[in-house]
């Protein structure tokens, strides 16, 4: 009776333990699932999260893309290249994306933009997603391109609002920003003289692939020096000095004056049919006028601003300082083809506009130059080397604008790749090759008996309104905004 009465609190005993057990194990069941719960509602909301954050890059990386298009209009289709290409010609600044009330050329709006792209259109979506040749194709692994919108500003003053929307995975986002545009014009012709009196000096001109507007007078030396203007020239590097008949498809000598000419026997008393006389005042010359105070700014904020003292050595920043000073040629020159300079901006003795007593000489004699250099004084320039040898794409045909008309070539020799802009005179020594555009304020003269001609070659994306090394289009600050 007595082991009975004893088991009996074993039983109870064994019974609480086992529902104990029963009850922390449903504890952890319980504890356990909400935890993963938990833990896979959290790996969603960050799978959320980054499908957010991705999808507002890839809209900010099209953005970007659309920028880059203003800078490099060949690299749409034409029809596209066309509109965001600067359309307004005004008189005296040639072509600009505003009109003469500084109205934008972008007229459209969100629900009617001058330019969109939509990716539920198959033709559309190609273009923007496709693997192999879509133009965001390089952000594949992150998502798509939805939809890309170009309309007018909504501010006086801007270029237009940009809208770029993508998605990652299941979420969309839109990025919307406004342009602002550099109101640097486009530069419409190989070399501008504006004050050029004749003397009895040869000034000659070896023009390749572009125009020239000279005021006044203008000795080109002998007939045979300006080259035949016909469509059937060969579109090559070769200088003129090894060519003979010289010959060139779009080369034009716009004269305000008289043009006179050196004796020859073999023109003799002939006018050559691409020289245009007696320009001025009517019909006019075409001028492409580099401001003094823009450029100022847009070296101080896109590229190099240098002070200049009595020594003729440059202080970047405009502080003279000394030990700080540096030589201009140390400015000037490209180690290599690709090593630009961008802007470079040179100022006058004493930092105002120029005039007749604050311009100085300063002499450039590196051997070779890449950028877009404003040197407000009287400038000497010396071919004192080989050059280099430069890739370059010729003016396409007349009455044309594909790409697909333009020629690559290498240009042998090049000293100046760029535009060189001086409000006072040129002299040059030796054979002096540029690629690109010269600007002179006052005359141009070599500096020997029997000269070798200044020889340049037109940089067309010039007259396009592109510069290398400075933007032409820019985010405006504060209009950024993401839309859901």
Same mark, same amino acid.
């Given at each position: 009776?007595?082991t %009975?009465?004893?088991?009996?609190?074993?039983?109870?005993?064994q019974?609480?333990?086992?529902?104990?057990?029963?009850?922390?194990?449903?504890?952890?069941?319980?504890?356990?699932?909400?935890?993963?719960?938990?833990a896979?509602?959290?790996?969603?909301?960050?799978?959320?999260? $980054?499908?957010?954050?991705?999808? *507002?890059?890839?809209?900010?990386?099209?953005t970007e893309?659309?920028?880059?298009?203003?800078?490099?209009?060949?690299?749409?289709? /034409?029809?596209m290249?066309?509109?965001?290409?600067?359309?307004?010609?005004?008189?005296?600044?040639?072509?600009?994306?505003?009109?003469?009330?500084g109205?934008s050329?972008?007229?459209?709006s969100?629900?009617?933009?001058?330019?969109?792209?939509?990716?539920?259109?198959? %033709?559309?979506?190609?273009?923007?997603?496709? /693997?192999? +040749?879509?133009?965001f194709?390089?952000?594949?692994?992150?998502? *798509?391109?939805?939809a890309?919108?170009?309309?007018?500003?909504?501010?006086?003053?801007?270029?237009c609002?940009?809208?770029?929307?993508?998605?990652?995975?299941?979420?969309?986002?839109?990025?919307?920003?406004?342009? *602002?545009?550099?109101?640097?014009?486009?530069?419409?012709?190989?070399?501008?003289?504006?004050?050029?009196?004749?003397?009895?000096?040869? $000034?000659?001109?070896?023009?390749?692939?572009g125009?020239?507007?000279?005021?006044?007078?203008v000795?080109?030396?002998?007939?045979?020096?300006?080259?035949?203007? $016909?469509?059937?020239a060969?579109?090559?590097?070769?200088?003129?000095g090894?060519?003979?008949?010289?010959?060139?498809r779009?080369?034009?000598?716009?004269?305000?004056?008289?043009?006179?000419?050196?004796?020859?026997?073999?023109?003799?008393?002939?006018?050559?049919?691409?020289?245009?006389?007696?320009?001025d005042?009517?019909?006019?010359l075409?001028?492409?006028?580099?401001?003094?105070? +823009?450029?100022?700014?847009?070296?101080?904020?896109?590229?190099?601003?240098?002070?200049r003292?009595?020594?003729?050595?440059l202080? *970047?920043?405009?502080t003279?300082?000394?030990?700080?000073?540096?030589?201009?040629?140390?400015?000037?020159?490209?180690?290599? #083809?690709?090593?630009?300079?961008?802007?470079?901006?040179?100022d006058?003795?004493?930092?105002?506009?120029?005039?007749?007593?604050?311009?100085?000489?300063?002499?450039?004699?590196?051997?070779?130059?890449?950028?877009?250099?404003?040197?407000?004084?009287?400038?000497r320039?010396?071919?004192?080397?080989?050059?280099?040898?430069?890739?370059?794409?010729?003016? /396409?045909?007349?009455?044309?604008?594909?790409?697909?008309t333009?020629?690559?070539?290498?240009?042998?020799?090049?000293h100046?790749?760029?535009?060189?802009?001086?409000?006072?005179?040129?002299?040059?020594?030796?054979?002096?090759?540029?690629?690109?555009?010269?600007l002179?304020?006052?005359?141009?003269?070599?500096?020997?008996?029997?000269?070798?001609?200044?020889?340049?070659?037109?940089?067309?994306?010039?007259?396009?309104?592109?510069?290398?090394? #400075?933007?032409?289009?820019?985010?405006?600050?504060?209009?950024?905004?993401?839309?859901?």
């Amino acid at each position: 009776m007595k082991t %009975s009465h004893i088991m009996v609190p074993l039983c109870r005993q064994q019974g609480i333990a086992l529902l104990t057990v029963i009850l922390i194990m449903l504890l952890l069941f319980i504890i356990g699932t909400v935890s993963v719960n938990l833990a896979t509602h959290e790996i969603q909301q960050a799978s959320g999260v $980054t499908d957010e954050v991705t999808a *507002r890059h890839l809209a900010e990386a099209g953005t970007e893309l659309v920028v880059s298009w203003f800078h490099d209009p060949g690299s749409v289709p /034409p029809e596209m290249g066309r509109v965001i290409r600067q359309q307004h010609d005004l008189p005296g600044g040639g072509l600009s994306y505003f009109d003469a009330s500084g109205r934008s050329q972008f007229a459209g709006s969100s629900a009617n933009p001058d330019i969109v792209y939509d990716a539920s259109k198959p %033709s559309d979506d190609r273009l923007l997603n496709d /693997p192999a +040749t879509g133009w965001f194709r390089a952000l594949q692994g992150l998502g *798509r391109i939805k939809a890309v919108k170009v309309y007018a500003p909504t501010r006086q003053g801007f270029l237009c609002t940009i809208d770029v929307t993508a998605q990652s995975k299941e979420v969309a986002r839109t990025v919307s920003l406004q342009l *602002r545009a550099l109101r640097l014009p486009a530069i419409q012709a190989a070399v501008q003289i504006q004050n050029n009196p004749a003397s009895a000096n040869s $000034t000659p001109l070896w023009l390749h692939w572009g125009d020239a507007s000279i005021r006044g007078d203008v000795v080109l030396g002998k007939p045979e020096d300006v080259p035949i203007k $016909t469509v059937s020239a060969s579109v090559t590097g070769q200088s003129y000095g090894e060519m003979m008949p010289r010959m060139d498809r779009w080369a034009d000598i716009h004269v305000g004056g008289q043009a006179l000419f050196l004796p020859s026997t073999s023109s003799p008393g002939t006018m050559p049919p691409n020289v245009f006389t007696q320009q001025d005042p009517v019909p006019g010359l075409h001028w492409s006028e580099w401001d003094y105070e +823009t450029l100022k700014k847009y070296a101080r904020l896109y590229g190099t601003y240098y002070a200049r003292s009595q020594d003729g050595l440059l202080y *970047r920043d405009g502080t003279i300082q000394e030990g700080a000073g540096l030589d201009i040629n140390d400015v000037f020159r490209s180690q290599a #083809v690709g090593d630009d300079r961008r802007l470079v901006f040179i100022d006058t003795l004493d930092q105002r506009p120029p005039g007749q007593d604050n311009l100085g000489m300063v002499e450039l004699s590196a051997n070779y130059a890449e950028g877009l250099f404003v040197v407000n004084a009287n400038v000497r320039l010396v071919a004192s080397g080989p050059g280099m040898p430069v890739p370059a794409l010729s003016p /396409p045909d007349e009455g044309a604008s594909s790409l697909a008309t333009r020629i690559p070539v290498t240009l042998p020799g090049i000293h100046l790749r760029g535009v060189l802009s001086t409000p006072g005179d040129l002299l040059y020594e030796g054979h002096p090759r540029i690629y690109g555009a010269i600007l002179i304020g006052g005359r141009l003269q070599a500096q020997a008996d029997v000269p070798i001609p200044l020889e340049v070659w037109y940089n067309k994306d010039l007259g396009d309104g592109l510069f290398r090394g #400075v933007p032409v289009v820019y985010p405006a600050y504060g209009t950024w905004q993401e839309k859901y």
